[in-house]
């Protein structure tokens, strides 16, 4: 019998083929392998009521997805014809050289701007029965509806109960019953290591579980938010995650998710942040129970301690929150906080950095009493702060500054009469040099100095003219300035 006449039969088997070829004695073997005869009574099959795996994050799964919901919102935005821009498409010289200016006696006219409906995709956590639900402000940002929908598919429209942008977490209310809310964890807690799931509806596609680790925690100086105190992860979130669960390994939720680092790509790259839920928390609380959010205030320009600032000031240590400025009036000042100071506590809690500063004086209440450690001329001081409410028109001077490293390298200046001290919103007794010039390509560039700058120290040491300025910086090769911006002061190490 030849090979071709065996695999032209329809129903040759495995076992006939191998006896053919005078393999008789493998063919019961392969054919077992194969599948293709009857098992032996003897094998022993799994127990139906044993689970899959022992090592399965299954279980906290089932009782966290109920409580995580799709939110979709939309809302009216003006747009023109063009994209929005309000122009005449026809204006165009393509279109002129084709059909002139006149176009045969008609002109056309630019469309006025119609509405159109912008509709958007997040998601959302249960966290009380009562239908209370976290998600975050970018969801719901402007929305004039928004709808939530269940893991068992109810759909409800929601009411915004209430928005925080400064930390981008947003409060909704449905009226539902029968709802299954996350059990609240601590997220001061977690620690870098520790697993997390990320639970969402990323790009619509239904709910999602992805499983990573706490890369960081304590993120801060992203740009993204005023408040950042991020829970970093590697966990994926995508578009359409945001307003998400972050939990722990036992389900607990210990984040709400809300961004992610891409450069320039829209998928995830391993790096997305959540808001720590014991902050989230608070703001919800103060939604819920005031209608708005009230923020402490301290009352200092805090920035960052780089190596610089810290052999400038002396400082074994590269830590704490540098003040460089004081508000006048303020808190800090009233306590005796002086600029130059470094806060390396709060409340018996250690300041590792300006944005963990002023992320925990935020969540503080106003009116509450808070002891403050600094370091000054090398040595510890406590003060005692009665905290006063953040006044909105210094929300912007309490945010921190990130100027880095400089050198003198490249930089003009002139005395400060009274005309420039008139432009710069400086008293007319202002005294120090401004930068008139700096080359974009010097180290003080990059370092932050910037063209305008009032520098009114050099080490410590007052400046009133030129002429201090060139004596002071010809005998320091690592000057400490201390420059006026706009009002407000700050220092910047070589």
Known sequence: MSLDSIW?????????????????????????????????????????????????????????????????????VKTAYDGGQGQDPFSDPM?????????????????????????????????????????????????????????????????????????DVAVLKIDATNLTPIVIGDSAKMQVGDYVLAVGDPFGVGKTVTMGIVSATGRGGLGIEDYEDFIQTDASINPGNSGGALVNDRGELVGINTAILAHGSEGNQGIGFAIPVNEARSVMDQIIKNGKVTRAYLGVMAQEVTPAIAKAFHEPEVRGALVGDVTPNSPAQQAGIQKGDIIVGLNGQPVDDASQLRVN?????????????????GVTKD????????????????????????????????????????????????SGVVVTGIDPSSPAADSGLQKGDVIQEVNHRPVKDTQDFARAIQNSKSPLLLVNRQGSTLYIAV
């Open 361 to 377: 004086v935020s969540l503080m209440q106003p009116g509450s009493t808070v002891n403050v450690k600094v370091l000054r001329d």
């Open 8 to 76: 032209r039969r329809p129903k040759v088997t495995a076992v006939a083929i191998v006896m053919a070829l005078g393999l008789g004695g493998l063919a019961v073997e392969g054919a077992e392998h194969l599948g293709m005869i009857n098992p032996p009574a003897s094998l022993h099959f799994a127990n139906p009521d044993e689970p899959a795996s022992r090592n399965s994050f299954a279980p906290v799964v089932k009782r966290v997805l109920p409580a995580v919901v799709n939110i979709s919102s939309s809302k009216m």
């Open 383 to 430: 003060f005692n702060v009665h905290l006063q409410e953040l006044p909105t028109e210094t929300a912007k001077a309490e945010r921190p500054d990130n100027s880095q490293q400089s050198s003198m390298e490249g930089v003009s200046v002139q005395n400060v009469t009274a005309q420039t001290a008139h432009d710069l919103g400086l008293p007319p007794n202002a």
């Open 95 to 167: 279109f002129q050289q084709f059909f002139g200016d006149n176009g045969g006696g008609r002109r056309f006219q630019p469309q006025q701007p119609r509405q159109q409906k912008e509709e958007g995709l997040g998601s959302g956590v249960i966290v009380s029965p009562e239908g209370y639900i976290l998600t975050n402000n970018h969801v719901v940002d402007g929305a004039t509806d928004v709808r939530v929908t269940l893991a068992d598919r109810r759909e409800f429209k929601a009411r915004v109960v209430g928005t925080d942008p400064k930390t």
